[in-house]
């Protein structure tokens, strides 16, 4: 693999995410950055940065009683929610607890939540929370999912997004596509990479990568 470039978020130095040039294949998409969220999934520290600066784009505007998590972000989403509800805090949800759920994935790649999850979606205001938007596929799937179950979506936050917006909702991000100079999406059917034969080095999604 090629050097990682470490970038700090321009709102808190401590969350910082790993990127990767190269060229890469997802589910939906070709990219030639790589972007490693797998320390500050999993660093307490950044994980905590991270929710810090979610929470200050919801607190003061957005009643949440739900954060719907994916792509293994849940201690972040565990802060998030601690950081919304704190006592002092400009916040609609003050005192008030929160739940933190994820949805199931089936084999067709349909999400679902069981019986035992859905009145936590139901009648619900509901923040989801990923760790990419690069095409917004996934977020469209989870918002449908939401919808579904009778959950009113508040807003999409995610660690990093290409899209500035999905289905008509605004998705705030620690980075965005002008954070990482040069960064590109291609449908895998018109990808200029693969037009001049350079080779997949990895297939990636949120968890992580597997080298070709």
């Not at 807003?155 to 290409?162: C, K, L, R, W």
């Not at 999604?205 to 597997?210: I, Q, T």
């Amino acid at each position: 693999m090629n050097q990682i470039v470490k970038i700090p978020s321009r709102e808190n130095q401590n969350a910082c995410i790993r990127v990767i040039p190269g060229h890469f294949a997802t589910n939906h998409s070709h990219i030639n950055y790589y972007v490693d969220m797998t320390i500050m999934k999993s660093r307490q520290s950044e994980a905590q940065a991270a929710a810090e600066v979610l929470a200050s784009k919801y607190s003061a505007t957005h009643y949440i009683d739900t954060i719907i998590t994916m792509d293994g972000c849940e201690m972040i989403a565990a802060y998030l929610a601690e950081d919304l509800t704190r006592v002092g805090v400009l916040s609609l949800n003050q005192h008030k607890s929160m739940y933190v759920i994820s949805p199931e994935v089936n084999q067709g790649g349909q999400l679902l939540f069981r019986d035992n999850l859905q009145s936590m979606v139901r009648d619900k205001h509901c923040l989801l929370l990923v760790a990419t938007a690069t095409t917004g596929h996934t977020v469209e799937r989870a918002i449908e999912c939401v919808n579904y179950y009778g959950g009113q979506m508040e807003g999409v936050a995610a660690i990093f997004s290409a899209q500035k917006e999905v289905c008509g909702i605004p998705v705030q991000s620690l980075f965005y596509e002008e954070d990482l100079a040069g960064y590109r999406t291609y449908d895998f059917t018109e990808c200029p990479l693969c037009a001049r034969n350079i080779k997949i080095d990895a297939i990636v999604n949120a968890y992580g990568y597997s080298r070709l």
